[in-house]
């Protein structure tokens, strides 16, 4: 590993202004993305900022009925808080299905958002890639990307967003919080991920050393009948091959509401829209899910090993709405 | 048991520490430490020692290469194992994904504090009743998560201590056992043996 420096911060303020003068500079929260970066050499920081004694790891309601979680909080606490098991069952189903209890014990949620990609191309920095290097080439276009997204791809970068979290985050509309040296701002969950396009270097729309201090789950019932289907190449302690956060609203047998988030096949986490609107207003069974799941994947764009995807998305999705369907029927009969 | 190690000392002694030293990089608030090596403090299972390192050292190679606890194991050195775990403030965490100067002020505990003395934990005994193991690599690290999962309370049924296991792999594949292990301790209410010795 590279050396660098380090420091703890003490607030955030400080933290956040020591960081964005700093290009140099980078957070560590949990450290189970960065470092494994340093030590890989992807990310090459001459100093970085622990940001773990914040105050920002609080998991809180907010006056609207809504819940805050802190940017600080980790995976595992989130995964068990009462209020986050009883409203949005899909969130604690998605971290509970990441990684692993020891994972989920160090990993926080404002830096599960920022997790970098887990392209073996992306991770070796002896081959093509754009978001690594920047105009290099992508390596997975061609070569082994049996994991690689089919949905949201460019010809610059393939890479599938490795989150379980985001995916069922997006599905809830949740809204990131962020400081940075010119105060608080929030962005749109789906906004925070920006598609590689020409650009895959750069992530997320953030200035350097902006923090995310909290993530925001508005007020959904119909989340509390929501699911997380993960599939993938073993039971446990795995990345998606595919999976499906799903939340469904039915009345009289038909589809009031729905959301869905797709995970393990796109480049960021993928808030099926497609297949929501094609969901509005049919009657909840086994034809309009499959449509729906037709309609999200119209676009998928397979290459060489990852083809199989495009079909195993679509049955993912159309197994977790027939799962919260089923759920939805059994509470109001 | 802890190693044996040249100028340790408990929490009390180092209350009453006169001699002039560098600060540590809590003591030094906001204050930038390295990339060069600095005092940094660790508490490892009850006992302070200080440790000259540069703040890339993991938590892993402080504990390893430093002060010579050697019960977590090097098996991927990314996270991908579980042999490293170990417990930060009672939580089982992976030491090689853990920078050690980020342990300062904070309690690591290894599978050398799990035992008392000469007396095995439960767990440990419930590892050796069981056959738990066969090469033994990865039992220090599936032995921390093991207690930790019943502190956790996640032991209703074999497929449930499955899952909260997977963080810890065995190439022996010595699941089978593992989970028999867990089991008798948690159907001895953890403590059997304790008791009978008391």
């Given amino acids: 590993m590279r050396s660098f420096a380090y420091s703890r911060a003490a607030d955030v303020e400080s933290a956040v202004a020591d960081v964005s003068a700093d290009p140099t500079s980078e957070y560590l929260a949990g450290g ?10 992807v990310v090459r920081p001459r100093r970085v900022v622990d940001i773990n004694d914040l105050p920002i790891a609080a998991i809180e309601e907010l006056p609207d009925g809504g819940t805050r979680l802190g940017g600080l909080a980790r995976m595992s ?24 209890a020891q994972l989920r014990n160090m990993a926080s949620m404002g830096g599960n958002l920022m997790q970098r990609v887990r392209c073996s191309y992306f991770r070796d920095g002896d081959r093509a890639c754009n978001k690594r290097e920047p105009g290099s080439g992508c390596a997975a276009l061609d070569g082994v990307n049996r994991t690689h997204a089919v949905l949201g791809t460019s010809e610059h970068c393939i890479a599938a967003h490795p989150s379980d979290a985001a995916v069922a985050l997006t599905a809830l509309d949740a809204v990131i919080r962020l400081r940075g040296p010119e105060g608080e701002r929030t962005v749109a ?7 590689p396009g020409d650009a895959p270097e750069r992530e997320h729309p953030i200035g350097h050393g902006e923090l995310i201090t909290a993530i925001d789950l508005p007020v959904l019932p119909v989340a509390r009948t929501s699911h997380y289907l993960k ?23 038909t589809v009031t509401e729905a959301r869905i988030g797709l995970g393990g096949v796109a480049t960021k986490p993928w808030r099926a829209r497609r297949a929501e609107q094609a969901l509005a207003g049919s009657e909840a069974g086994p034809e309009a899910f499959a449509r ?17 995807k495009v079909e195993l998305a679509k049955r993912t999705m159309v197994r977790a709405l027939t799962e919260v369907a089923a759920r939805t029927r059994g509470g109001t009969a | 048991m802890t190693p044996p190690q040249e100028g340790r000392t408990g929490l009390a002694g180092l209350a009453g520490h006169t001699v002039p030293r560098q600060a540590t990089a809590a003591e030094r608030d906001r204050g930038e430490i390295g990339p060069e090596p600095a005092d940094v403090l660790l508490t490892v299972n009850g006992t302070v ?3 000259r390192l540069e703040p890339r050292v993991s938590l892993l190679d402080a504990l390893r290469e430093r002060l010579d606890v050697t019960g977590p194991k090097k098996g991927c050195n990314q996270g991908a194992c579980g042999a490293c775990t170990v417990w930060v403030d009672g939580h089982r965490v992976l030491a090689c994904l853990t920078l050690a100067v980020a342990c300062e002020g904070r309690e ?20 050796v009743d069981n056959d738990a193991l066969q090469c033994g690599y990865c039992t220090p690290g599936q032995l921390m998560s093991a207690v930790a999962l019943m502190k956790e309370g996640h032991h209703r049924d074999d497929a449930e201590i ?19 292990a867990i089991r008798q301790v948690r159907d001895s209410g953890g403590r059997a043996e304790q008791e009978g010795e008391s």
């Fill in chain 1, 32 to 41: 189970t993305t960065e470092v494994d970066m340093l030590r890989l050499g």
């Fill in chain 2, 162 to 180: 499955a899952e909260w296991m997977s963080g810890n792999i065995c190439r022996c594949a010595a699941y089978p056992n593992i989970r028999r």
């Fill in chain 1, 77 to 100: 606490d989130v995964a068990a808080h009462p209020v986050v098991r009883e409203r949005y069952p899909m969130v604690t189903e998605a971290l509970e299905k990441g990684a692993s």
């Fill in chain 2, 108 to 127: 690591v505990t290894t599978v050398e504090g799990l035992a008392d003395g000469d007396e095995l934990h439960p767990m440990q005994e419930a590892f």
């Fill in chain 1, 231 to 253: 599939v993938r190449d073993r039971e446990s302690y795995e990345f998606a091959l595919a999976s499906a956060a799903v939340a469904l609203g039915t009345e009289g047998g």
């Fill in chain 1, 189 to 195: 969950f789906d906004d925070f991920f920006l598609l």
């Fill in chain 1, 292 to 308: 729906a799941a037709d309609a999200e994947l119209a676009d998928a764009v397979p290459r060489g090993m990852n083809g199989f």
């Fill in chain 2, 49 to 51: 020692h200080r440790v």
